[in-house]
């Protein structure tokens, strides 16, 4: 009998979300995307808030197990860190399919390009704090920005 991987390893993948090739943190974001619909279809925009709280908190005892396990600082089947901050991006969306696709490039987008603070915090922050923050960052910024491409009348 095969044994099962460790529940901190299961929630760091995202259920196995970073496990899939290529670009595992963008599939973790788009995973992300249908329970961030329902959530926001159920709960609006606080349960959107609530899920990234939720899942930062899971997050930083998953990815410092997952860490502390392989001594790879940020692994990139590590994927929790993806799906809390693609949750706040989510929050000005709405139901709204169209920002919710752009909730998901604009978060992808500062998450690769990691613009102040969120680069400084991935390479100086250690094990699941660098992991995770520089997520909700890029979560905060795509927010941001989607408010004011919405304010703004393009979305």
Same mark, same amino acid.
């Given at each position: /009998? ?20 290529? /670009? ?107 992991? /995770? ?6 979560g905060i910024y795509a927010a941001l920005l989607l408010m004011g491409v919405h304010l703004a009348g393009f979305g």
């Amino acid at each position: /009998m095969r044994k099962l991987p460790p529940l901190s390893f299961i929630l760091a993948t995202g259920f196995g979300l970073g496990l899939l090739r290529p /670009m595992p943190g963008t599939w973790g974001s788009l995973g992300t995307l249908p329970l961030g619909y329902a959530l926001s279809v159920a709960y609006g925009p606080t349960g959107l808030a609530c899920a990234a709280i939720i899942v930062l908190l899971l997050g930083l005892w998953a990815s410092g197990q997952v860490v502390m396990r392989s001594g790879v600082k940020d692994d990139p089947r590590i994927v929790i860190d993806e799906i809390a901050g693609q949750f706040l991006a989510l929050i000005p969306a709405g139901q709204d399919l169209q920002l919710i696709f752009f909730a998901f490039l604009f978060f992808r987008f500062f998450d690769i390009t990691k613009p102040w603070p969120a680069r400084r915090i991935d390479r100086h922050w250690p094990g699941a704090l660098g992991v /995770m923050v520089d997520d909700i960052v890029a979560g905060i910024y795509a927010a941001l920005l989607l408010m004011g491409v919405h304010l703004a009348g393009f979305g």
